[in-house]
């Protein structure tokens, strides 16, 4: 039997943290984490660590030698934004593998000022890195298309952060814990139409992270608390293409989503529920579609039909998501996949789905021109 | 049955390439290998790909997109100088856990100037990055601490250098194809004693490449020019220390080595050739012990005896190793591990190791403080 489960998952606090280095973000959630499944570094088979702009620097090894050296294989992960999903997957694989019985997924990430979210970061953004647009625009411009087609409103965008940044109120780990209301977020700076500033996620640092261990391991530790990875993708663009953020978006995303649920033998319609990528606001009605919450051109009127809040069919990112938790690049697949396992144990405090079972996290990552969708699927065990 | 095989393995010429991308570089040696094995990139179900300094650029998209994509996960894989045996490692076990039939693991580089090797760079070495010391000044103290416990001397750390540049005037892919008498490699610069110019390592770009498959696709694909893959093994510093480079080379390399010894039960004495980490003539002196080639203090001797040459009992670094064949961070473990599938597979040419069975691959990668290494250990299937 080669099923894997996650017994500890825990993040820090996001937000600024200008005198702790990465590693020692990194360090803090490691630990968090092998607390949360009474388990030590001692423990611990070997350690992959997600950090799109500080995997150079071995970041793995700085956390262990934070937490203590002991020598186990450490790996470094970069995937721009789908690194922490990566991460968790390649300890998964390893696990898999039967080479360990528990591996740590972990994710840390300073990041650069001005990366990504133009609205809420200190200076602008690197517009060289991305070729023709920064991200505020090309993700605008999806939602300009998707609009185009479907006649989704910018106030049905705006409702995607209401959403968000109310769920965030509940979450003590996420940067913001602040309602904004719809005429707030609708007046707020305009940073590329349709999206205003507080519909851009947060630009923070932190760190969350994950024990993994074998199903042998698991009975061993009791499986009172213990979530099975049932599904677990990775894609890259499936197609030769530098189509723009809106058809690359469908595509690596969808093939990410059609694998993980063939893998885990389910639907979108067995979730309970779902952290997806909301980088910026259009891409959560975007991602709707791609994970098959709703059909084409549908994603406007579930946001409208309150399905995607907590309390509805299917809620979608209670964390607070991307856009109030916040978006340390590196650590946010770790962070997302966390969510999940505190709904599934029934450990989400206020903000807990009730009854959840069956949960998705989503993220997606780009670079110049090409990309990387990362999907978990995990189950109550 | 959850062997895993290499049948395809390629690099191109390592050299200066200051026209050409990292990803470009990666593509060609990925086509090469996949061209060795006789299978095309829609064949491949998972690219690994190692760049230390290019991993954020998603570099194993970009290679994908030169040759065409296909969606297939991507994972960007950093770990300093041993990122090449790291990404090695985990398209391994991917293969092992069962998910994949067929993985590429690339290594592509193309390194900032002035990176690591003083003697032969165009810059000075950017010290910040390494704290209290350069790679040539650390290297270079281990040197003379071994000189001072066993009495070994700076002609037996300048016949590496002799030594390998010899090996290297018989691989056309390497660097340099020129002999370096002991005389000249005495007198070059000296760069920090016993360290002269020419027992640096050389600061090239490059790109190595190679796929892995599963024992039932092995079989399929016919074992003749199969090898297999009997030992993995990566290692972080075993304890707390930042004691330097000579405590640290000994304790990361010698628990990859011991790890991967047991995984392959096998011992230094079953070895036909080894591929190590010269990035000094220091260092592989130094490793002769570290991986059991030899007693303690007893790898001035070896080298005298020519035993480490072509034509002796265990050649070492019959490519020209990173001193002369070159050193392009990422690709160099990768690169390693192609030069003994060469030979186990008689195909090396000028410089083959007649009747090669056995061989071991080693790299040695450090960060601030801490560091990596990573042992394969390879056989003719």
Redo the contacts between chains.
Sequence with gaps: M?DVYVVGADLIKFGRYPDRTPAQLGAEATLLALDDAGLNIGDVGA?YAAS??N????I???I??QI?????????????CAAGA?AF??AF??V????YDVVVAVGAEKNPAGMLSAGNSEGPPPEGLFGSGTMPALFAEAGVIHSAKYGTTMEQFAKVSVKNHHHSTMNPKAMYQKETPLDEVMASEMIAWPLTKLMCSVNVDGAAATVLVSARKAKELGLGRAVRVRGS?????????RNGVLMNTN??TR?AVATAYEMAGVGPEDLNLVELHDCFATAELLHYENLGLCGEGEAGALIDSGDTALGGRIPVNVSGGLLSKGHPIGATGVANIVEIVMHLRGEAGARQVAGARLGLAHVL?F??????AGVHILEKA
């Design positions: 080669s350690l799109t702009f995997a150079a620097s071995m793995a090894q700085q262990l030698f203590g050296q002991t020598g186990i294989p450490c790996v470094n992960v970069s995937n721009a990566t997957r390649e694989i390893a898999k593998s039967g080479l993708a990775l894609a890259s663009d499936p197609w030769e293409s595509s690596v093939l990552g670079g110049v021109g090409v990309g990387a």
